[in-house]
Every structure is written in structure tokens, then in C-alpha cells.
């Protein structure tokens, strides 16, 4: 597709189980984002990741979240033990480069809600 | 203090109205600077980046004032189409990583 594309759009789970998210981002953006946006609230930067260079995990907001990219192109956002608190919109972006020197594209998101 | 902080409305302007928003930031070391526009229940795209010298695209018009680090976005001739959140966004040093404001949500009123 042309777009940033993500999946599910929309995911239900029990407190305590595990969700992946999968993002596929714009055909030859090197740039990839995992944003989070919590009702209300701004948009909160988990990871990036930038070609084959190690990515930037300082945004992870514990050791129940961790991404992967594999083949520099489609990543997954998995997240072990749900909690409450991770309900969220989980955005993703690419860009052609870094984010100082590109647009970020952003896909429609995966709205997690654990109950 | 927040890396980047808007006031985030709401504000309520009748349609021909203008309007502006303020965003300070905190690191005086980024380096690039934008406004995204996220409408309801959709994702952030990029409205219009902001450069040293100002910029204005049709009735946007962006500034950056780098002394007392804040950036800011006029809005002329408000149409009920820019009804949205309005997100400023701000590069750290690295010029990558990509920190976002609340936003500041518009609505404009017949």
C-alpha cells in the first residue's frame, strides 16, 4: 500500500496476556517510530529505529514492552502481561530519514484496550 | 518543566476568525520544529515545518523564536475544516527523535 499500515486496528485483551502490533511502514522509509497516545493525552515516543543501527529504546516504559524490525522493513510492537495502563492508541511512523530532517507518516493505529 | 508545552485549549473561534498557538520547548539545543494536525479519532499528519526565518503556506503562517524557545502557528481566515488538535513537535539534539506537545485543540463555529 501506499501508506503506513497497522494491525490489528483494534485489539481487546484480559489483563495479563500478551499482544503483538505490527506496523508496515512506506516502501524505502529507513525511519521507523512506535509513538503511544493515551486518551487526551500527547503523542509519547517509545522506539526508533533508524536502518540497521541499533534503535533507540529510551521510551520504552518498562521490560513488558519491546520492539522488533526484521529485514529493516515491517516491525512488531509486542507487549508481555497487559495492564490497564497500556490501553492506548499505539501509532507508528516512518520517514525517509531521521525526524529532523523528514515528514513522519503515521498509520491509522492500534487501539489497545485491556480490560 | 515538559520538554514541549501547549495550552491546549479548547478554543472556540467563529469561522473568518484568526487564530494562534503558542509552544514552548525546553531543550535549547533541538534543532527542527513542526506542526501536525490530528483530527478526531485519525492520526497526526504534518501541517508545515518551521524554519529560523518563518514560513506561511496559504493562511498558515509558523514562526520560531529560538531566544525565548517557543514556535508558534496564525491561522487566518479560519474554515470549519480546521477544526482539529494542532501538535507541535520538536527534535532533541540527536535531530531524530521526534517529541510531541498535547496539542491544542481548534474548533471553529459557523
Known amino acids: 500500500g501506499a501508506g503506513v499500515s497497522q494491525s490489528p486496528s483494534n485489539k481487546v485483551t484480559e489483563k495479563g496476556k500478551d499482544v503483538e502490533l505490527r506496523c508496515d511502514p512506506i516502501?524505502?522509509?529507513?525511519?521507523l517510530y512506535w509513538y503511544r497516545q493515551s486518551l487526551g493525552q500527547g503523542l509519547e515516543f517509545l522506539i526508533y529505529f533508524q536502518g540497521n543501527s541499533a534503535p533507540d529504546k529510551s521510551g520504552l516504559p518498562s521490560d513488558r514492552f519491546s520492539a522488533e524490525r526484521t529485514g529493516g522493513s515491517v516491525s512488531t510492537l509486542t507487549i508481555q502481561r497487559t495492564q490497564q495502563e497500556d490501553s492506548a492508541v499505539y501509532l507508528c511512523?516512518?520517514?525517509?530519514?531521521?525526524?529532523?530532517?523528514?515528514?513522519?507518516?503515521f498509520g491509522e493505529g492500534s487501539r489497545l484496550t485491556v480490560l | 518543566r515538559k520538554e514541549v508545552e501547549q495550552d491546549p485549549g479548547p478554543f472556540n473561534v467563529p469561522e473568518g476568525a484568526t487564530v494562534a498557538f503558542n509552544c514552548t520547548y525546553s531543550?535549547?539545543?533541538?534543532?527542527?520544529f513542526f506542526w501536525y494536525r490530528q483530527d478526531c479519532r485519525k492520526e497526526p499528519k504534518l501541517l508545515m515545518s518551521?524554519?529560523?526565518s518563518g514560513n506561511e503556506d496559504g493562511r498558515f503562517t509558523a514562526q520560531l523564536n529560538r531566544a525565548s524557545q517557543y514556535i508558534s502557528l496564525l491561522i487566518r481566515d479560519s474554515k470549519l475544516s480546521d477544526s482539529a488538535t494542532y501538535l507541535c513537535a520538536v527534535t532533541e539534539g540527536s535531530n531524530y527523535k521526534l517529541t510531541f506537545g498535547k496539542g491544542t485543540l481548534l474548533t471553529v463555529n459557523p
Open positions: 516502501s524505502g522509509h529507513t525511519a
Open positions: 531543550n535549547s539545543a533541538s534543532q527542527s
Open positions: 518551521v524554519y529560523s
Open positions: 511512523a516512518s520517514s525517509l530519514g531521521g525526524g529532523g530532517a523528514g515528514e513522519l507518516f
